[in-house]
C-alpha cells in the first residue's frame, strides 16, 4: 500500500513552521519511514531529513547508502545528498541549515548524534520532533487504519489458534514460540512480541516467557503483536486453563467491564484521561485499583507504543482517525493476572474496536 508522503512532508514544514522551528532534524525511525517512506537502520553513520519551513526537503545519507535511499518510495521528493566516511556529517548539516535557532530532532535520534549536531550548532536549541509530529501521525488516514485493521484481524485469528492448540503442560516459552509462528501464519508480516505469562506470572504486566509449565487451573495472560505492511498488532486476552475459580472469574469480569467503559468513553474531543479515568473507576470500586498498575492505554501505529497516551494527567483531546490499545488489567502478586486488551479507533460517532476476539473468559485445555 502506498502512502501520500508528498501531503505528510509539506505537512511536517508547516507544522515546523508553526511550531517556530529552523527545521526538524529526523533520523531514522518510524518519523523517517512515515514522512518518506525509506526505513534504513539507526546506524553510527548519520542518517538525517532535513525539513525546513520553505525549501525541499534534504536527506542527508552516508555515501554507501546512497542507492538505498534513492530507492525509497518517497526519493523523488527529496534532494538526497551524501557524506563520506572521512568527513563530517554534522558540518554537512550545518552548511544546509542556519546554525541559530530552534530544532526539532527526532525523540529516537541516538544521543550521540545529537551531541554531533550540538558541537556543530553551538547556537541551535533542541526540542523533541514529537511534539510537531505527533500532531499527524496520531491521527490515522484510511490507509493507516486500514493496515491496523488487517493486522488487529490477523492478531485475533493467531488467538484463536493458539487456544485450539491447548496449553497445559507446555512450558511458557514454547507456546510463545507458537504463538509467533500463528501471528506469521495468520497473516503479519512479522511477529514482533509474545507476552505468555501463566499463573503467578500474570501478575507481572511485561513478563518475559520462561521454564514454567502451564497447568490445570492457570490464568494465562497473552499479549502479543506484530506487523503489516509497518502497521503494528497488539492484543491481549485472558484464558483459563480447566475450569476458573470463582475468584478468577470475578476478576475478568471486573476487567472486561472496565475495558468496556473505557471503550465506551472514546468520542471526538474527550480528554485522553477520561478514557483512562472510565477503566479506573471501574477497577477502584472493585476494590482493585491498586492493582491496576499502568495506564490504559497507548497508541499505536508504525511503532507500539506512540501518542496519544491514555493516562491521567493526558489531556489532549481524542480526535478522529487516532488509535490506541484499551487495555486496564489488575494483577495479584504470587497469585494471577488479568489484562484484556483491544486496539480501538476514533469514530465521528465514538469507538471501533479493529479487535474482534472473544473477550469472555475462555476455558482452553
Ligand atoms: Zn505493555
Ligand atoms: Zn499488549
Ligand atoms: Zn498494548
Known sequence: MSHDHATRLKRAAEEAAASGLEALLIAPSADLLYLT????????????????????????????????????????????????????????????????????????????????LEGTLPGARFLPASRTLSRLRARKDESEVALLARAARSADEAFRRICREGLEGRAEEDVARSLARHITESGHDAAAFTIVASGPNGASPHHEPGSRGIREGDAVVLDFGGRVGGYCSDVSRTVCVGTPTEELREVHEIVREAQQAAFAAVRPGVPAEEVDAAARGVIDDAGYGDAFLHRTGHGIG??????????????????????????PGIYLEGRFGVRIEDIVTVTPDGGLRLNSANRELASVM
Do not use: K, Q
Not at 77 to 91: A, F, K, Q, T
Open 302 to 327: 508504525l511503532e507500539e507504543h506512540e501518542d496519544p497516551y491514555l493516562v491521567a494527567g493526558n489531556a489532549e483531546p481524542l480526535e478522529v482517525g487516532m488509535c490506541f490499545s484499551i487495555e
Open 37 to 116: 517512506g525509506y526505513d534504513p537502520p539507526p546506524l553510527e553513520r548519520l542518517t538525517a531529513l532535513i525539513v525546513r519551513p520553505a525549501g525541499e526537503p534534504v536527506l542527508l545519507v552516508p555515501e554507501l547508502e546512497r542507492p538505498r535511499a534513492l530507492n525509497s518510495p518517497g526519493a523523488d521528493l527529496l534532494d538526497i545528498r551524501s557524506w563520506r566516511d572521512g568527513e563530517d556529517p554534522y558540518e554537512a548539516v550545518r552548511r544546509i541549515v542556519s546554525a541559530a535557532g530552534t530544532y526539532g530532532v527526532a525523540d529516537r535520534m541516538w544521543a550521540s548524534h545529537l551531541l554531533g
